[in-house]
């Protein structure tokens, strides 16, 4: 049974970091690629990030680009997100998703359907 467990939002002030883990169990992890998504009350879920299987190539979706850093551990089963400068617009809540099959697509489509299991969600509140 693949489990997905984002950790680490919380309430940040405008301009702080805050560092999102991802934990998967149940598959082969160092073999697919993951993907970071968020979304905001009364938004569309929204690509912020993948990483490939081998950390290799990374993407970014564009509103987070220069800010938000993705990485991987295969030794861990764990996938970071680390994000900097954040911004009120930043506020969301933010999923870990793994594709059914490896390797999966990382790319700057960045899109949702191409993802099949989805962690619960962390929620990442930025304000003053």
């Known amino acids: 049974q693949v489990q997905v467990v984002e950790s680490g939002g919380g309430l940040v002030q405008p301009g702080g970091s805050l560092r999102l883990s991802c934990v998967v169990s149940?598959?082969?992890?160092?073999?697919?690629?993951i993907g970071w998504f968020r979304q905001a009350p009364g938004k569309e879920r929204e690509g912020v990030s993948c990483v490939s299987s081998n950390d290799a190539i990374t993407y970014y979706g564009d509103s987070v680009k220069r800010r938000f850093v993705i990485s991987r551990d295969n030794s861990m089963n764990t996938v970071y997100l680390q994000m900097d400068s954040l911004k009120p617009e930043d506020t969301a809540t933010y999923y870990c998703a793994v594709p059914q099959w490896p390797p999966g697509r990382c790319d700057d489509a960045l899109q949702d359907q191409d993802y099949y299991y989805w962690g619960p969600g962390t929620q990442v509140t930025v304000s003053s």
């Open positions: 149940g598959l082969s992890f160092p073999y697919y690629v």
